[in-house]
């Protein structure tokens, strides 16, 4: 004789517990997840800050080790300037001559140093450093009517926008001006390193913007060394020289602060960056639209570039014109 046997199945504590606990492994699934997904943003945001940062450091570093570079010239008074004037404050910013003053410094939070700087730089935000060099390129170039030329030989130069062939013993080198600054010219609320130059475009001399080259530069600043001594070593340091001590300038102390791009709402910043001799809060980072200022990462690049054109020429100008 058979028994049968009755299927009960499952009883509803049994039910119950059955789903606490796939709940809880869901959660703890669910909370994995999240958490892996939060370091990976996170992560990601540093490495862009990081990228960036060194980036604007390069950018930066490498145009002032060249300030005051003049080819195969050593002195710029030698140098006669054949240019016209524009009318979008470019090569003739202040009215001064083009190889003078390889490096300007507008601050708007010191009054010592020049004052209005040019009007195509008003986007600059507000306490933040405008720097302009100028320097020659890298190497002897090709003329044409796109370059502003340098052609010397060595002894007695031209400044001027040419597409002649380079005569014998002659060189041509292409004169550039960048200036670096602070802006939001976008509007979205990150700030970032913008640069424009001065250009000819075909014969005609013309500001043109390279845009948000840096996005996420908070705020730089640039601590001069300046040679008291006319030796080409720096005696003293300022974070606001004047002009005539910026012609001194033989070193510089580069402090850029940089933040994310992108808010991380678990993340409070409550940290204090020193950025030259300026105190930044964490708090008071420039915020994005949403109006979450102390959400983002930041973090202070700082090296120091010896800048040997300009102390090179400080010792050359002490010596006679017979000497050289």
């Keep these: 004789m058979t028994t049968k046997r009755q299927q009960t199945g499952f009883s509803l504590i049994e039910l119950m517990i059955g789903l606490v606990l796939g709940l809880f492994v869901t959660g703890i699934v669910i909370t994995v997840f999240t958490q892996s997904k939060r370091n990976y943003n996170q992560d990601e945001e540093i490495a862009r800050l990081q990228e960036n940062g060194r980036y604007a450091m390069q950018l930066l570093s490498r145009d002032l080790a060249m300030a005051g570079f003049l080819g195969n010239m050593q002195i710029a008074d030698d140098v006669t300037v054949n240019l016209g004037t524009d009318s979008d404050c470019g090569i003739n ?101 913008y640069r424009k130059r ?9 500001v043109v913007s390279d845009g948000n080259i840096v996005p996420g530069v908070q705020d730089f600043r640039v601590t001069f060394g300046l040679d008291t001594g006319t030796d080409g070593i720096a005696d003293i340091y300022k974070t606001s020289p004047t002009e005539a001590e910026l012609s001194a300038a033989v070193s510089a102390r580069l402090d850029i602060l940089v ?3 992108n808010p991380d709402f678990t993340y409070t910043n409550n940290k204090t960056y020193l950025v030259g001799s300026t105190t930044i809060s964490g708090q008071d980072i420039l915020t994005n639209n949403d109006g979450n200022g102390d959400n983002y990462y930041g973090r202070v690049f700082s090296t120091t570039v010896q800048m040997r054109n300009v102390a090179y020429h400080i010792q050359i100008n002490n010596l006679a014109e017979d000497d050289l």
């Design 93 to 193: 910013w202040n009215d001064e001559s083009p190889l003078d003053k390889p490096i300007r410094l507008f601050d708007d939070d010191n009054s010592t140093p020049p004052a209005n700087p040019p009007s195509c730089l008003s986007t600059a935000l507000a306490d933040s450093e405008i720097l302009i060099i100028k320097h020659m390129g890298g190497g002897p170039t090709s003329p044409s009517l796109d370059k502003i030329i340098m052609r010397s030989n060595g002894k007695d130069g031209t400044l001027f926008i040419t597409s002649s062939t380079t005569p014998a013993n002659y060189q041509d080198w292409e004169f550039l001006v960048h200036a670096y600054y602070v802006a939001d010219e976008d509007g979205d609320g990150l700030p970032g390193l």
């Design 198 to 206: 001065v250009i000819s475009d075909g014969g005609d001399l013309r």
């Design 259 to 261: 933040r994310t791009s």
